[in-house]
């Protein structure tokens, strides 16, 4: 009999506002479900909505190969989570999370308040990166304070998606132990054509949440001293208003020869689809522990610009684009009048080599197995 597996993630389909996270969550599903049985509880809304889905029932919905639990804000109880505890047969716990209040640390009081023995995995996707670290550093340091006290000892595994990751975790969390399982990769879809491009000419586009871990706000300043004609369209929800408010003033300051246009939210369908109309995609995040949109953007042929905080290392060397300090601003700069330079048949090159570089990665068989050992380690660790 398969093992079940029972995740607790903030968000998840047919929710998209939530970003990575919700992709992670749905690449183990369709990748690991011959191996186990997944059982996923998450809140019945997506990211900033006051509305339920509209297409959802009570108890557990069927969606794709998992069954789902959404929950309404007001059950988000540790009571809630100790009832389901008691009424559902799992094997594994999985959280999707390290801070979150209501999908990581009110389920952990509930398994301490039962005394459950089962093993536990968190995966915080990021969320120890440094950049990360630096927003809202007093509340984050009272959960780690906190998870001393309620977090079980040895029954828990944390999962990095890459080396960089398994060190920054480390900075933190100095006992518990880490284990390596990159995130599963989103598989390609049917190929897809590349957009026109011209001599002096670049379309440049940001798709991620409005927040400030993923730095809007230093594209748009980088972009002040970028000379040539360049259009950057931003997509993605408005998950800080504030910092919004913030990146629309600085993009009062643009030169003429800069065009930013926000376009609104994406579903998933949408973005490999909308990425392949974009000559590149410009991200300096703050921190990523995979960066799904950035294998997106490579499976829709478009280069990356983004930062050195992502495990996506060496884009230069192989082709498709660059992985620049965000405190080289010269860099980012150069790079993206060297975008604007190129002739179609050069970026045409470039952008065939981020469509094969995207295709070999979402095919690397190792990936999966990693994954399955991290969740079998999980469970011999109790025995």
């Known amino acids: 009999m398969k093992p079940t597996i029972l995740i607790f993630t903030e968000y998840y389909l047919p929710g998209s506002k939530g970003g990575g996270p919700i ?5 183990m599903v369709d990748a690991l479900s011959d191996y186990y049985n997944f059982k996923i509880i998450t809140l019945d809304r997506d990211l900033g909505d006051s509305k339920r889905y509209s297409n959802i029932n009570q108890g557990w919905n069927k969606v794709g190969k998992a069954q789902v639990l959404y929950l309404s804000p007001e059950e988000l109880k540790i009571i809630t989570f100790t009832s389901l505890f008691q009424k559902e047969d799992f094997d594994i716990l999985y959280f999707n999370s390290f801070f979150s209040p209501y999908f990581t640390f009110k389920p952990l009081w509930a398994y301490r308040c039962l005394k459950l023995r089962k093993p536990v995995v968190i995966a915080p996707r990021g969320e120890f990166s440094p950049g990360a670290l630096k927003i809202k550093p007093l509340i984050k340091r009272f959960y780690l304070l906190l998870a001393k006290h309620i977090f079980p000892k040895n029954r828990i595994i944390f999962q990095a998606s890459s080396e960089m990751e ?9 006992k518990q132990e880490i284990v390596i399982a990159p995130n599963l990769r989103t598989q390609p879809k049917e190929d897809i054509g590349s957009p026109d491009k011209s001599k002096g000419c670049l379309k440049a586009i940001f798709l991620s949440r409005i927040s400030p871990k993923k730095n809007l706000d230093t594209a748009l300043r980088i972009l ?3 000379k040539g004609k360049l259009t950057f369209d931003v997509y993605g929800p408005i998950e800080d208003k504030a910092y919004w408010h913030r990146c629309q003033s600085l993009m009062k300051l643009l030169p003429k020869n800069i065009k930013v246009v926000y376009k ?4 998933h369908k949408e973005v490999i689809p909308t990425m392949s109309n974009y000559h590149l995609f410009f991200f300096p995040t703050r921190g990523e522990n995979y960066g799904h949109v950035i294998h997106e953007a490579l499976l829709a042929g478009c280069p990356i610009l983004i930062s050195d905080q992502t495990p996506w290392q060496n884009p230069k060397e192989k082709g498709i684009g660059w992985n620049i300090p965000l405190n080289k ?3 980012f700069i150069k790079a993206l009048e060297y ?6 048949n050069e970026f045409r090159k470039m952008s065939k080599s981020a469509r094969e570089y995207g295709i070999r990665i979402s095919k690397d068989k190792k990936v999966i197995q990693q994954n399955i050992e991290l969740f079998n380690k999980s469970i011999k660790n109790l025995k």
Request: charged share 35%; no cysteine.
């Open 264 to 267: 609104g939210q994406l579903s």
């Open 339 to 344: 975008m604007i330079s190129l002739s179609r």
């Open 23 to 27: 992709i992670s969550i749905k690449n």
């Open 224 to 226: 002040k001293n970028v």
């Open 166 to 174: 398994k060190r920054e975790i480390r900075k933190v969390i100095k």
């Open 329 to 331: 601003e010269q860099e």
